[in-house]
C-alpha cells in the first residue's frame, strides 16, 4: 500500500554552504511543534548523522542507490513514511555533483528539493543561482529556497526579490550570533549569542558527542529558523513499498565485540541493525575507557579518530594482548580504516608524534596533510560482494600481501586493499553491510 508523507530533500550548489546546519535546524524545529520528523543522510557520511540525530531526536541512516542499492533506500522511506510527519533528507556535496548525485537520488524517488544558498556575499545574484538549479534538469524538482549566512533583513529582501516567482521562499538563517528579534521568546533571546555553526576537522564536522554545548547550538539554529521561516509542512510525496532482501546467513548465539568511542565512533546504524537481524548479540567496549574486551565469537573495529588519542590506545598493553589471542585463535575480527590504523604496529599524528599500536597486522601508518583516499568502493571478497566508501588522510605502509582490491564505481583513483591474516580482515574502506548482509554476517561467522 502506498503511503504519503511531506518530505524534501535539502541540497545546494556545493559543499560548504550550510546544507548540515539548516537540515539540523529544520528538524529540531518542527520536532519542537510536535511533529515526528525522520532525516536521512544522502551517501557515505558518519560526522553529519551524528549532528542530525541529536536534531531529530532518532537515528539517521544513509540513503544511497549505489551504495546500498535503490531496494534499500525504497525501503527505509517507505518505513520512515509510515511513521512520520515530516522526511528530510540532507544531500551531499552539489545538488548534481557525483554518480549517483543527490539529484539522481531526488529524481528516482520523487524527492522536492530545497535549496540552501549562502547568500553571504551576493545579493540579485542569488537568484540566478537558484534559476540555474531550479532548470538545470527537468526531471528535478526545485521546490524553494533558502538562504543561509544572512546579515540583515534589508540583505534578506534583496535576495527574495531576486527569486523567480516559481521558486518558494523558505527564509534564512543569519551569520553566528545574531541579536534575536524583538518580542522574541526567552528561549530565543537566551540562544541569541549561540554559535550557528558546527565545528570541523580534518574529516568533516566533529562529532557530535565532542560538542558538549551542541544542545545549545541546535536549540540556536532551530530558534533562527523559526524567526524566520514559517515551517509549513511541504506536500506529501508517495512512497511504494518494496520486498525485502532475503538473508540466509544466521549468527544467532553469535556475541560481537563492537568498540565504541571517539576513537571508534564511525558507525551506521544500518550496519548494526544487519548484524542484529542476523541474530547476533552486540557488546560494545570502549578501548579509551579502559574496557576490557568483552567475552566474545568476533570483534569489530570501527572507523574513528585513533591518531587524537595515542598514547591513550599504546597504553593498553592487556587489550593488544586480548586481540592478539582472539585473532591467533583463528577467531573473527573487522578493522576499518581508523581500526586498521589501530591494528598496525605504529601510528603517527599530523604532528609526528609516533606511538605503538596493536601490532595485529605488520606496518606503519602516518596522518598526512592532504586527503590521501576518497570514494565509493566495491570489492569481491570469498564472503561475498560488499560496496562501501574510503575516506581518509592517512598513508600506510603494510608488510602483507591484499587479499583483493577493491574499485571505484565511476572510475576514480581510489583503490583500497583487502588484508586477511587467519580470521581477520582489514580495510581502509568501510564496508555498508546491507550491500550484502549475507557477506557482511560471514566476516563475523566462527
Known sequence: MTRHCPALLVSAPASGQGKTSVTAALARAHARLGRRVRVFKTGPDFLDPMILARASRAP????????????????????????????????????????????????????????????????????????????????????????????????????????PPELAWHGTLPRDSVPAKPGGSAIARDNATRPLSLPERHLGLVTADELDDLEARLDALADAIAERSTLTLPDAVPFEPVEPMARTVSLAG????????????????????VLREAGAKLVFFSPLAGDALPRCDAVWLPGGYPELHLETLSARADLREALHSHVDAGRPLLAECGGLLYALDSLADSEGNTAPMAGLLRGQAAMQPRMAALGMQGVALPEGELRGHSFHYAHAHIDAEPL??????????TTEAVYRRKRMTASFMHFYFPSNPDAAARLFLP
Do not use: C, K
Request: hydrophobic share 50%; proline share 4%; net charge negative.
Open 60 to 163: 539517521v541512516y544513509q540513503l544511497d542507490a549505489w551504495m546500498g542499492g535503490e531496494t534499500d533506500v525504497r525501503a527505509r522511506l517507505y518505513d520512515a513514511a509510515g511513521e512520520a510527519d515530516l522526511i528530510l533528507v540532507e544531500g551531499v556535496m552539489g545538488l548534481f555533483d557525483g554518480a549517483p548525485s543527490s539529484a539522481d537520488l531526488a529524481a528516482r524517488f520523487g524527492l522536492p528539493v530545497l535549496t540552501v544558498i549562502d547568500g553571504s556575499a551576493m545579493a540579485q545574484t542569488f537568484g540566478a543561482i537558484a534559476h540555474g538549479l531550479a532548470t538545470y534538469r527537468e526531471d528535478v524538482t526545485v521546490q524553494g529556497v533558502l538562504a543561509n549566512r544572512v546579515d540583515s533583513d534589508y540583505h534578506a529582501q534583496l535576495l527574495r526579490e531576486s527569486l
Open 404 to 413: 583483493a582490491l577493491a574499485t571505484n564505481p565511476n572510475g576514480g583513483p
Open 254 to 273: 553469535v556475541r560481537i565485540a563492537v568498540a565504541r568511542d571517539a576513537a571508534f565512533a564511525f558507525i551506521y546504524p544500518a550496519n548494526l541493525d
